[in-house]
Nanobody, 120 residues
Framework: QVQLVESGGGLVQTGGSLRLSCVAS????????MDWYRQAPGKQRELVAR???????IYADSVKGRFTISRDNAKNTVYLQMNSLKPEDTAVYYC??????????????WGQGTQVTVSS
């Protein structure tokens, strides 16, 4: 099994910053991609940022220039630095990783979610 453990969520004022982290552990053979998703009340879960092998990245248009995703391969950890936060960023943020386990089973794994609330 694989587990993703998140931290860093909280309550901030408009214009503030937060840094989310997610550590993957367990029967990991290789990690293909690590992502951050978010889901606001009444909305579908959406991709915020993705980082893949070679450190290429993808960002949602709504967060470009404000959020930065990074990865520490040695620690199986992904980070999301969030600056200039807006009320529209309020959501539950989920870590996701595409992992092949040591017994050869590929799957997407999800963290438990962490609440980010930005007050206006």
């Amino acid at each position: 099994q694989v587990q993703l453990v998140e931290s860093g969520g909280g309550l901030v004022q408009t214009g503030g910053s937060l840094r989310l982290s997610c550590v993957a552990s367990g029967s990991i053979f290789v990690i293909n991609h690590m992502d951050w998703y978010r889901q606001a009340p009444g909305k579908q879960r959406e991709l915020v940022a993705r980082i893949i092998t070679g450190d290429s990245t993808i960002y949602a248009d709504s967060v470009k220039g404000r959020f930065t995703i990074s990865r520490d391969n040695a620690k199986n950890t992904v980070y999301l630095q969030m600056n200039s936060l807006k009320p529209e960023d309020t959501a539950v943020y989920y870590c996701n990783a595409g992992i092949i386990t040591k017994i050869g089973l590929p799957s997407d794994y999800w963290g438990q979610g962490t609440q980010v609330t930005v007050s206006s």
